[in-house]
């Protein structure tokens, strides 16, 4: 990038940075929405396909995939170039997307859906790291609005547009939809990205990346599997654990003796890199569980349409972009970052704590305004974790650092589904069993969750005892949330604020912070 920009007008270098981030948007929204998208047309796919018993692979599997290839696509961009990394996740991406729309049952789906996520793995961590490589972090902030609006509209438009589709094109363009999309984001990354080219004499670290996929396939299962298909303490379970436990005590060991380790353990010295892992595992915990009950306490509790639950969440999602966006600036502008963990810790545990007081009696605006508390918090901690974990490691190891906070993150979104998740069924089961007695059980037995078809079909006495329940049980997830979220201040009171890279005060530090990219300057 140093040769071809540094000789070009100001204004150009400007352009040609905005044009890569559109793609880079565009990639970004790719990853986000899938999952969204597709949710929202699985119903019409069962119907279609069949396989009902194997409804959950189709999410599960992607999920795996990802999480597994995330750190496996950032160490690849740091052997071998950051372009041509990204392009091959789009399009295995794009392949994936492709067959999945040409499936024919439920086990191609399956299979289909995995090619999917082992290319989405590389487009969030890819994205992240050409950023992280064109844009010096005290810099990075004027983007962070653009980053969080993505998500925001991601998590709106996502269910609003697989609606759309399925009803008016068919489940297939759910899939579809990625391809010009894709085919966008493809032309513009080769045309206008230009990143200096990389090539590693050490070959790739095949038992390393075995063992991590190993482990973190086996919590991926644990968490998604425990309570539901199988009960905590069965040996299915159990031997996940146990398998999980020996694959990453394993992994860390030989990430000791590798020659070119998939995951290098001496970014982990540094202090603030550890903290911002630790906060996003936290921030990943709450907030995919906030998404996940917020909704379904609107349409069990307050009488929202599915679609409208959607909706219903922009308090939460619009603070949090609003917020984003203003720690962005004040970063750029200031230098400083440490506020932002703090006061978001500080917002997150009382958006939480207030969200675990709602009930059937609270009404849509005060719901609204706890939401938004809630999304402040999260506003100042969802690319400011980012920022600070690139600013600390030295340029070659961009790409693993972005992918290990981003793989912390998914990691946390899995154990709070999990965890939050058990917590809330066995609370709605012990209420429903309180309230209606053995009508309330039966109901209950198989799912804690009821569709709106389902909550309609419910006698009175048992539909109101239902609407207790999911109030008892959203108090449940987002209480232990409010208490979990006590890590993140505990965390952000230990970062320690080392100077931006690309700021006007060269860094005086001994830590990894202190390398100055040479890339920086090329933009």
Known sequence: MADTVESAPAGRKQRSVRVVLLALMIAMMLAMLDNMIVGTAMPTIVGELG???????????????????????????DMYGRKGAFL?????FLIGSALSGMAQNMGELIGFRAVQGLGAGGLMVGVMAIIGDLVPPRERGKYQGMMAGVMALAM??????GGTITDNWGWRWSFYINLPLGAVALVLVTAVLHLPKKRSQAGIDYLGVVLLTVGITSIVLVTTWGGSEYAWSSPRILELIALGVVALVGFVLWQTKAAEPVLPLHIFRSRNFTLMSVIGFITGFVMFGATLFLPLYQQAVQGASATNSGLLLLPMLGAMMVTSMVAGRVTTNSGRYKIFPIAGG??????????SLMDTGTTRLTSGLYMAVLGLGMGCLMQITMLVAQNSVEMKDMGVASSSTT???????SFGVAVMGALFNNRVKDVMAERAGALGKNITEQSAQLDAKSLKKLPPLAREAYQHAVSAGTHSAFLLGAVIAVLVLLAAFFVKEVPL?????????????????PLAEAV
Request: hydrophobic share 45%; glycine share 14%; charged share 10%.
């Open 51 to 77: 396989g009902l018993e194997h409804l959950s692979w189709v999410v599960t599997g992607y999920t795996l995939a990802t999480a597994a290839s995330t750190p496996i696509w950032g160490k690849l961009g």
């Open 346 to 355: 500080v917002l997150m545990i009382a958006g939480l704590y207030l969200m």
């Open 156 to 161: 709106i438009g996502g269910p609003l547009v």
């Open 501 to 517: 890279r690309g700021g006007p005060q060269a860094p005086k530090s001994d830590e990894p912070e202190a390398a100055v990219p």
């Open 407 to 413: 793989l912390f993150r998914t990691l946390g979104s």
């Open 88 to 92: 091959s996740s789009i399009v295995i």
